[in-house]
């Protein structure tokens, strides 16, 4: 069995659909109650048991590095207090994984950015995430995935969209039925009418090593970049095993405001530190009885 020992996270985004939010922030730093997206992310990869994390960033990211660094005023703050507690949980992030950080010069679309970090992925499978779609279950999406990789192609994520929300997707052509499911085919925001299901690619992949041949041939596509499902497209063509796989859990699309205050009051319904009291002020909100 081929091992999945890395992955690549797009960080590298501008965030416009978080507008004001995110002009001098990471989007991938928004938190959802007090983490911030990225760690969500690099904590599903690690607990699938991926132990090297390659961050694809842009301009303006360096709070991310931070993030994961030893340098912060708090993590100071800590050692000078010997405030172990403290200490402990801003040391947290920096010790879930090996990282490494490599620039995308100018948004050219996702295949451009995994090729960015060509040189730390040739030659094995590596899984990819957007640390938007955060996906809240009880096993890792990734771990699902990584058990049901067959060790050779690339796998997808995938969950059923309403048709109004097809073009916001990569959506897949799956031949049968099953899961994993094999694709003979995948095509980038299609329009409702010309989509060969409802299908849609969620941020989760294991991709197989072919990918950069794929992506060196493709061409600009949908809104003139470099399109991840045109590379898998490729794999599929050269009679490469592409399945689209249905994991067990909720995925919240953070990068929109709707998605993003979801996730926040999923995810602290799910805390019973904040649960109760979340409960209570929803119920008095929703009774309009809010002072
Ligand atoms: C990207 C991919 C798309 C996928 C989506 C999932 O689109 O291009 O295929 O369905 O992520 O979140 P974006 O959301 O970056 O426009």
């Known amino acids: 069995m081929v091992q999945v020992r890395k992955a690549v996270v797009l960080a590298a985004g501008l965030g416009t659909r978080m507008l004001p939010a995110t002009k001098a922030i990471p989007k991938e730093m928004l938190p959802v109650v007090d983490k911030p997206l990225i760690q969500y992310a690099v904590e599903e990869a690690c607990g699938a048991g991926l132990s090297t994390i390659i961050f694809v960033v842009a301009e303006g990211k360096q709070a991310i590095a931070d993030h994961f660094g030893h340098t912060t005023r708090v993590e100071a703050f800590a050692r000078e207090q010997r405030d172990q507690g403290l200490l402990d949980l801003v040391q947290a992030p920096s010790k879930l994984a090996q990282f490494a950080f490599v620039l995308q010069d100018a948004p050219r679309g996702i295949a451009h950015a995994v090729a960015c970090a060509r040189e730390y992925l040739e030659g094995e499978p590596f899984a990819l995430i957007f640390p938007d779609d955060l996906i809240v279950s009880e096993r890792p999406c990734l771990a699902q995935m990584i058990d049901a990789y067959q060790g050779s192609g690339s796998m997808i994520a995938v969950q059923e969209v309403a048709t109004e929300d097809v073009p916001q997707y990569g959506i897949v052509d799956p031949d049968g039925g099953g899961n994993p ?60 095993p592409v399945t689209a796989f249905t994991y067990e859990g909720t995925r919240f699309d953070t990068g929109r405001p709707v998605g993003y205050l979801t996730a926040n009051i999923a995810v602290a319904l ?20 809010v002072d």
């Open 270 to 289: 799910g805390r019973p530190d904040i649960a109760p009291a979340l409960r209570q002020r929803l119920a008095a909100l929703e009774a309009q009885r």
């Open 181 to 240: 499911v094999r694709l003979k085919g995948i095509v980038e925001k299609p329009l409702p009418e010309d989509a060969p299901s409802r299908l849609g690619v969620v941020g989760r992949y294991i991709i197989g090593p072919s990918i950069f041949e794929h992506i060196d041939r493709i061409v600009p596509g949908k809104n003139g970049e470099l399109q991840i499902t045109d590379a898998l497209a490729g794999q599929i063509g050269a009679g490469e």
